[in-house]
């Protein structure tokens, strides 16, 4: 298919600038944001950087796309959280957590930031708006 991906890691939020600079000199096609607890509390710095860079950046959480990122497709995490507290109710009435089936996300949720993509001079296929779950514009 043609793509390379490249791995700029971060551990710690000092990282940020080394990174962003690897970024810069090796002028990735696009970027795409791991969704954790870490890069979600760094997410303004980070879709700073990919707008200023004009990058276009993919996430997994959806309050990137808030922040003014590109896209966001991930699970829905409030769909999650729900079925979690099913969980923890089942385990705190006696449940043994062996017995409790993992499970996968079902629901997905496409979020899509027009703003952005004019800003960063992309045109967002019809057929891709139409299946988004948001269009922020």
Same mark, same amino acid.
């Given at each position: ?57 993919? $996430?997994? =959480? ?8 590109? #896209? ?5 995490? @409030?769909? !999650?959280? %729900? ?24 629901? $997905?949720? =496409? ?8 800003? #960063? ?5 019809? @057929?891709? !708006?139409? %299946? ?6």
């Amino acid at each position: 298919m043609g793509v390379r991906l490249e791995l700029v890691g971060v551990k710690s939020s000092t990282e940020f600038d080394a990174a962003f600079a690897t970024m810069e000199k090796k002028r990735p096609g696009a970027l795409i944001v791991e969704g954790d607890i870490f890069f979600y509390s760094h997410r303004s710095r980070i879709v700073d950087f990919a707008t200023k860079s004009h990058l276009p950046a993919v $996430f997994t =959480l959806r309050g990137f796309a808030d922040a003014g990122g590109l #896209l966001v497709y991930g699970a829905r995490y @409030s769909t !999650l959280f %729900r079925r979690a507290a099913i969980y923890v109710d089942k385990i705190l009435r006696g449940g043994n957590p062996a017995d409790l089936p993992v499970e996968q996300p079902t629901k $997905f949720e =496409l979020v899509i930031n027009l703003k952005t993509a004019k800003a #960063l001079g992309l045109t967002i296929p019809q @057929s891709l !708006l139409q %299946r988004a779950d948001q269009v922020i514009e």
